[in-house]
């Protein structure tokens, strides 16, 4: 999770300290950077609804994004983080479609979900959830599919597979599911202490006391995301604490998309045996649900869930667009 160990942050960084020096420039250009890399990617993501009003749409919406522009601007590896789960989502997208041809597109869907994964933690359970989607839809759908799609499927799937082999063998991949003991299966004795009220380790614990103890983390957690989430309900933040406080104050949903979102969330349903719906519902319950079982649930953890959100706010815009001018709006 550290943005050192980011691969495409901590590498690019790295890399433009050899050639230009340390210096505050060349350690938040990257993540600027791979922020600009993200606005196509979130048009072609979107171009998926089959609109390219929709696309361009999500592209400005995820532009004037505040948690987009905040982490695009910090120099930490959650630039880094959305364009990995964009790329590996719109490469999704491209394997379910039934008509599609190309086989290397399951190379660069398995490619594009490894390279999520080295990212921010909370991208890990994203991708495996809209991969796991992925392999469920194209099942689903495997009668329809033309032979070379199938073969691209395996292709995805053998990908994952030579990955997961490389990190075994450099005994890397227990790192998949650390997450620096911030989960309730792995909390140190201190942090059980702090939901149980007794220091030990979390391996001892019987079966009631480990439901008492998860039973408070969800309770913590509930609140904690009650606050994130009512982030949109209020004024916005003064610049002092969105820049001072960690984690900024930043909102989940800018208060007036918040009915665009769900007018899009809506009408998106009605397409879900197209797959994409179902990519964008798997990446939202991956996003936000999980982090029930952790020690607290903040903005830093559920940035990248403004991914689907964006996608639903541009389908939600277009449509009052296509409303409005109905009524003879301008």
């Not at 490894?114 to 495997?142: D, H, I, K, Q």
């Not at 998106?268 to 999980?290: D, V, Y």
């Amino acid at each position: 999770s550290s943005g050192h160990h980011s691969l495409l942050y901590g590498t690019g960084t790295y890399v433009l300290w050899q050639l230009a020096g340390v210096s505050t420039t060349t350690l938040r250009l990257m993540s600027v950077l791979l922020a600009i890399a993200c606005l196509p990617i979130t048009y072609l993501v979107a171009r998926a609804t089959g609109s390219g009003r929709v696309a361009t749409a999500a592209m400005v919406v995820i532009a004037v994004n505040p948690i987009f522009i905040f982490y695009g601007r910090y120099g930490t590896s959650l630039a880094a983080t959305f364009f990995g789960v964009l790329l590996m989502l719109w490469a999704s997208e491209r394997l379910i479609d039934p008509a599609g041809q190309r086989i290397w597109i399951g190379l660069a869907a398995g490619g594009a979900a490894y390279l999520a994964t080295l990212a921010y933690s909370p991208a890990r359970v994203v991708t495996a959830a809209v991969v796991m989607t992925t392999f469920a839809v194209g099942f689903w759908n495997w009668r329809r599919l033309a032979p070379r799609r199938r073969l691209a499927f395996g292709l995805l799937a053998a990908t994952l597979a030579v990955c997961w082999l490389v990190q075994e063998r450099a005994e890397t991949a227990d790192n998949f599911v650390v997450a620096h003991h911030e989960q309730v299966f792995s909390f140190a004795p201190e942090q059980v202490r702090d939901f149980y009220g007794e220091s030990m380790d979390a391996s001892e614990l019987t079966k009631e006391q480990w439901r008492v103890m998860a039973a408070n983390v969800f309770e913590r957690a509930t609140a904690d995301y009650g606050r994130v989430a009512s982030h949109f309900l209020r004024p916005s933040s003064t610049a002092i604490n969105v820049l001072l406080e960690d984690p900024p104050e930043l909102p989940l949903v800018q208060g007036p998309l918040l009915l665009f979102t769900l007018w899009g969330l809506v009408r998106s349903l009605a397409h879900a045996r197209r797959g994409w719906p179902l990519l964008l519902l798997a990446f939202l319950a991956a996003t936000t649900l999980p982090l029930f079982l952790t020690t607290r649930v903040d903005i830093h953890r559920l940035s990248i869930a403004i991914v689907p959100i964006t996608v639903w706010a541009a389908i939600g815009i277009v449509a009052a667009g296509r409303v409005a001018r109905a009524c003879g709006l301008r």
